[in-house]
T-cell receptor, first 117, second 113 residues
């Protein structure tokens, strides 16, 4: 079946370093991808998204890269801070927009990011 | 504005009892989702409501699970005859019809003894 998976289940970085979290997806028809951050005891929080007609999108200290050729998504966090410690999920929609009511998010397993002071 | 709210935040119940979990989506959001998350795991899709369309129930793990959405707003997830394996955090999310970003509530932590 369709799935989104993460290369690394855990990532440990030093404060101030850049972090890169990777994600592989298998649905070539996906047109929208989202990164979420989940802190302990809280629901996932939207970080940044990217549509399939783009290959890069930047936010505040975060950049998402999309490589449709190899079906790979990455989240880059610049100057990682202790507050960035969380589990990061990538998610993709299972069908293109307009394909009907079965459109829903498919979630990866998550990568736990630990920032060492 | 107000985000997605869920109640209760924690629920401890005995095996075999029924439980009801409530979700109040963001006002104006027509889509509402329920997910289940076990400790250290990803999100497991349960059910999806979109406007007046028939809900997508494809993720419900058994017939003990059901959900309703009244008036296109508040939703209730009901688990009948709870089992220990039902213990998890139940998350609700909503989004507007015209956008795809889902906004999550804080979740309800269910513990079945």
């Amino acid at each position: 079946g369709e799935s989104v998976g993460l290369h690394l289940p855990t990532l440990s970085v030093q404060e101030g370093d850049n972090s890169i979290i990777n994600c592989a997806y298998s649905n070539s028809a996906s047109d929208y991808f989202i990164w979420y951050k989940q802190e302990s005891g809280k629901g996932p929080q939207f970080i940044i998204d990217i549509r399939s007609n783009m290959d890069k999108r930047q936010g505040q200290r975060v950049t998402v890269l999309l490589n449709k050729t190899v079906k790979h998504l990455s989240l880059q966090i610049a100057a990682t801070q202790p507050g960035d410690s969380a589990v990061y999920f990538c998610a993709e929609y299972n069908t293109p927009n307009g394909a009907g009511n079965n459109r829903k998010l498919i979630w990866g397993l998550g990568t736990s990011l630990a920032v060492n002071p | 504005g107000a985000g997605v709210s869920q109640s209760p935040s924690n629920k401890v119940t005995e095996k075999g009892k029924d439980v009801e979990l409530r979700c109040d989506p963001i006002s104006g959001h027509t889509a509402l989702y329920w997910y289940r998350q076990s400790l250290g795991q990803g999100l497991e899709f349960l059910i999806y409501f979109q406007g007046n369309s028939a809900p997508d129930k494809s993720g419900l793990p058994s017939d003990r699970f059901s959900a309703e959405r009244t008036g296109g707003s508040v939703s209730t997830l009901t688990i009948q005859r709870t089992q220990q394996e039902d213990s998890a955090v139940y998350l609700c999310a909503s989004n507007r019809l015209s956008t795809d970003t889902q906004y999550f509530g804080p979740g309800t932590r269910l513990t079945v003894l």
